[in-house]
């Protein structure tokens, strides 16, 4: 019998919605593009962004701190693992169902809280860019600082908002249940929005005031768990250089030296399709014979067979 191919998906935020109800709606159409995949022999392992999800639960936390002055400020780690929590239950909710509707039966889903260890003193403490939360006023502003030690700044004109780091991924927590429960043939969901990030203090595993960008927590998965692919999923179909000039070209079929030089070359914006190359080049040279895809969620079982998307390798 042929080994499946194991995959490690890299959800964007357009596969989850922005709302509850958006949400609600968004995993189902996502579990179909999933389960494709299985029923063409795949071992699926899937990482989810939290963007909007984690924004909301940090305002709530953050209002109920403002009308009960007993209530501590909630950190944004707990924030990040209420998130994995509240997209998991929906996502293994779709995901079991649209199994069952296709009568495969021998496939648990699991959610796995998974943190994520990252290094106290990388440089990424020291320039905090990623936004989180509301909007203040300058007023706001400072007080938020000066009461719970937040950094902000101005953003667009819009107002003030609290910026945190955004430092790599160093090591999984989790990995060895992870391991364990993908083995055993189920359906896991880990490293939810990049993962919890934690610290390590000792033997204690302390929570810190930032998020993981999910395409490099999912690379390092993918190479934990001797993945074949790594299929990064986002809003467009393939990989452009030149994007959105005269001269625009869609890439198919590149190797990690064509993706380097791009890069070089400035042709992807940072925070956007820049860290999905990355984490692609990545993978794609940790191991002769890994590959990685990046392409649109309703391609991606077209993108495995090799008819679209933007595939890169050595």
Known sequence: MEKKKRIVIALGGNALGNTLPEQMAAVKITSKAIVDLIE??????????????????????????REDPKQPNTPLSVCVAMSQAYIGYDLQNALREELVNRNISNIPVTTM???????????????????????????????AEEKYGYITKEDAGRGYRRVVASPSPSEIIEIGAIRSLVEAGQLVIACGGGGIPVTLQGNHLKGASAVIDKDFASELLAEELDADFLIILTAVE??????????EKWLDDITTDDARKYIGEGHFAPGSMLPKVQAAVKFADSKEGRNALITLLEKAKEGILGKTGTHIHQ
Request: charged share 20%; proline share 7%.
């Open 40 to 65: 063409e022999g795949c071992e699926v392992v899937v990482v989810h962004g939290n963007g909007p999800q984690v924004g909301m639960i940090n305002n709530a936390m953050s209002a109920l701190t």
């Open 238 to 247: 393939k990989v452009a250089i030149n994007f959105g000039k005269p001269e």
């Open 113 to 143: 809280i998974t943190q994520v260890r990252v290094d106290e003193n990388d440089p990424a403490f020291n320039s905090p860019s990623k936004p989180i939360g509301h909007f203040m006023t300058a007023e706001e502003a400072k007080l």
